[in-house]
């Protein structure tokens, strides 16, 4: 166990580019091992930003599998079947949505079969690197602007109140971090587990007020052409969610700041969200990019 002490935030934003992204196009693969799935997606990112492995300094990443669950030492199997040595990793694993019916029984009540998200096979990647080396790659880079994290609790029962997520607190330290505020961003890539994982995300990071979620929604504001567009690529909610989905939203912010998204590509934004949620709406991430 490392615990840290409170610090002021450092001045970095902006210092940390994300150069390369690659979603892949599975959605069904049986038969296909999951470390098959991080291989092609780990290449794919490197192409992307004229990379190999052998430029890997770091790795992070988690794995699930349907029998088994979340594996101890994916991140080491995974570089191991990569043939990589990184000299960092991470294997932090706190998120997943839950199935809507286990063994029969519905358990996603009073939520219907369109509120929830899709089950998929797949993977996504994305490749970091300082400013610095981004600028001598020429590479079309989305800088990171800010981020925050943040916990809240382990079970939903706990949560007080009960309309209130760890997204205010990690949203508001992005925003703090980014020097901006809620008003400045033009697309983002909200994790939706089920539709009410959105509506409480759009209240908590203040892109409208407590309870107005509905009403921000309805009015058009989350389309395209709208005051805040979001999950181009149709989000877990209807394209890919192969049970951690948050490399997925950060791949589709860097493809719609570059202007390549393959689905819905808005007109030159400039600046993109990407949020995500875990566990029983326990912790909570928030990133900030931009080019």
């Not at 699930?64 to 990793?89: D, I, K, N, T």
Request: aromatic letters at 6%; proline letters at 5%.
């Amino acid at each position: 166990m490392c615990l840290s002490l409170r610090r002021p935030t450092a001045s970095w934003s902006g210092k940390v580019a994300i150069v390369g992204a690659y979603e892949s196009a599975r959605r069904l693969a049986p038969g296909v091992h999951p470390f098959a799935v991080q291989a092609e997606c780990a290449r794919g990112a490197l192409s992307d930003a004229g990379l190999e492995l052998a430029d890997v300094d770091g790795l992070a990443t988690a794995a699930s599998f349907p029998a088994e669950g979340a594996r101890e030492m994916a991140v080491a199997e995974v570089a191991e079947y990569l043939g990589v040595h990184p000299r960092w990793v991470d294997g932090t694993d706190i998120g997943g949505a839950a199935p809507i019916s286990h063994a029969g029984h519905a358990v996603a009540a009073p939520l219907h079969r369109l509120d929830c998200c899709v089950v998929t096979d797949s993977g996504g990647a994305f490749v970091l690197a300082s400013s610095r080396r981004a600028q001598s790659m020429n590479a079309r880079s989305a800088y990171v602007l800010g981020f925050g994290e943040a916990l809240g609790q382990v079970s939903m029962s706990q949560m007080w109140p009960f309309t209130a997520t760890a997204a205010a607190a990690s949203g508001a330290r992005a925003f703090q971090t980014a020097g901006m505020q809620p008003a400045e961003i033009d697309c983002a890539q909200l994790y939706d587990s089920f539709t009410i994982t959105v509506l409480l995300a759009l209240e908590d990071l203040g892109f409208c007020g407590k309870g107005e979620g509905g009403k921000f929604a309805s009015a058009g504001e989350l389309a395209p052409g709208g005051q805040l567009p979001i999950n181009t690529d149709g989000g877990g909610l209807s394209s890919n969610h192969p049970g951690r989905r948050g490399a997925l939203a950060v791949v589709e912010a860097v493809r719609q700041l570059r202007g390549i998204s393959p689905g819905v590509r808005l007109d030159r934004p400039r600046t993109a969200l990407v949020h995500g949620m875990g566990g029983s709406l326990s912790t909570s991430a928030t990133l900030i990019l931009g080019v």
